[in-house]
């Protein structure tokens, strides 16, 4: 099986930063796309940003030009570094990845069980 795991999450203070990371480990041949939601309590989970094998990266609007997602294939991990944290940036974020874990295997997608931000003074 896959595993994700999340690390990085804590408290920061507004305009503080803080870098997420996403570590697949287990049996993986190929991970795909990986991507960073959030979820705000009383909210919906909400995409924050993705970024496919090719490096492409996609943003939502709310965190553009603040976060900036990566990946190291060779670690099989994705990162979110994320700058001039907000009030309205804490939430618990997951990381989520399509991985293909044989060659003739259809690729299956996987969360983590996720990493808490807060933002207070």
């Known amino acids: 099986q896959v595993q994700l795991v999340e690390s990085g999450g804590g408290l920061v203070r507004p305009g503080g930063s803080l870098r997420l990371s996403c570590a697949a480990s287990?049996?993986?041949?190929?991970?795909?796309?990986m991507t960073w939601y959030r979820q705000a309590p009383g909210k919906e989970r909400e995409l924050v940003a993705n970024?496919?094998?090719?490096?492409?990266?996609n943003y939502a609007g709310p965190v553009k030009c603040r976060f900036t997602i990566s990946r190291d294939n060779a670690k099989n991990t994705a990162y979110l570094q994320m700058n001039s944290l907000k009030p309205e940036d804490p939430a618990v974020y997951y990381c989520?990845?399509?991985?293909?874990?044989?060659?003739?295997?259809?690729?299956?997608?996987?969360w983590g069980e996720g990493t808490e931000v807060t933002v207070s003074a």
């Open positions: 287990g049996n993986i041949f190929t991970i795909y796309t």
């Open positions: 989520n990845a399509d991985i293909k874990m044989a060659p003739l295997r259809p690729a299956v997608n996987f």
């Open positions: 970024i496919f094998q090719s490096g492409s990266t």
